[in-house]
């Protein structure tokens, strides 16, 4: 585990915290999802992906329910209008002073119902993530599709992200799918081109 952050507040020139986001990711979450409570609360993706303890962390997070707007509703499959959870993360190193990534979710209001602490922003963290909020509702993630593009960051991206002159960001969209087909997931992740490493390894069958 890292001891502490590479940067800090008081000096925005250090070098930042790196990110590796590996796609073995996905499978280390889905097995810590059915773990107790206690494993579950001791770490989370962040420390997974960063090599730091929750100690080291500042996490934010805000819900709000949305009308599903022509794009989310063609990837959900349900109308427009249909009512989505938006979900909006934030998490720093607590001596630095910006995100290490800008994270927007959506859920579809009606699938997460049953469980009213998974419309409640006070229940973040959550342990286990979003794998194990879906698993409290019967629903067992079966795929995840990420795609991957770059480009300029917006005025308002670079400013969050206290971005150097030039740099790009990395645009995540991850897609998760349930067991019976069902995109039960759909969340953004703008990345720091300047601190962000992603990581896919591909096993294949053999002859």
């Not at 960051?153 to 150097?164: H, Y």
């Amino acid at each position: 585990m890292r001891e502490a952050c590479e940067g800090t507040a008081d000096d925005p020139g250090r070098p930042r915290t790196p990110i590796l986001r590996d796609n073995h990711r996905h499978q280390w979450e889905k097995d810590r999802s059915c773990r107790p409570l206690a494993v579950r609360a001791a770490t989370g993706v962040t420390e997974h992906e960063t090599g730091l303890e929750p100690r080291d962390l500042v996490f934010h997070a805000r819900y709000r329910e949305i009308t599903a707007p022509p794009e989310l509703a063609a990837a959900f499959g349900v109308p427009e209008g249909t009512p989505l959870l938006e979900r909006t993360y934030r998490t720093r190193c607590s001596t630095e002073t910006a995100p290490f990534s800008l994270v927007t979710s959506y859920l579809v209001r009606d699938m997460i119902a049953a469980n009213p602490d998974l419309l409640d922003d006070s229940k973040e963290p959550w342990p286990g993530g979003t794998q194990n909020q879906l698993r409290t509702v019967g629903i067992e993630v079966d795929r995840i599709e990420e795609r991957v593009t770059a480009r300029p960051p917006t005025p308002e991206e670079a400013r969050d992200l206290e971005l150097p002159p030039g740099t790009s960001v990395l645009l995540l969209r991850k897609t998760s799918y349930d067991t019976e087909d069902r995109v039960v997931d759909v969340s953004e992740a703008t990345l720091p081109g300047d601190r962000t490493e992603l990581v896919f390894t591909t096993r294949l069958e053999r002859w």
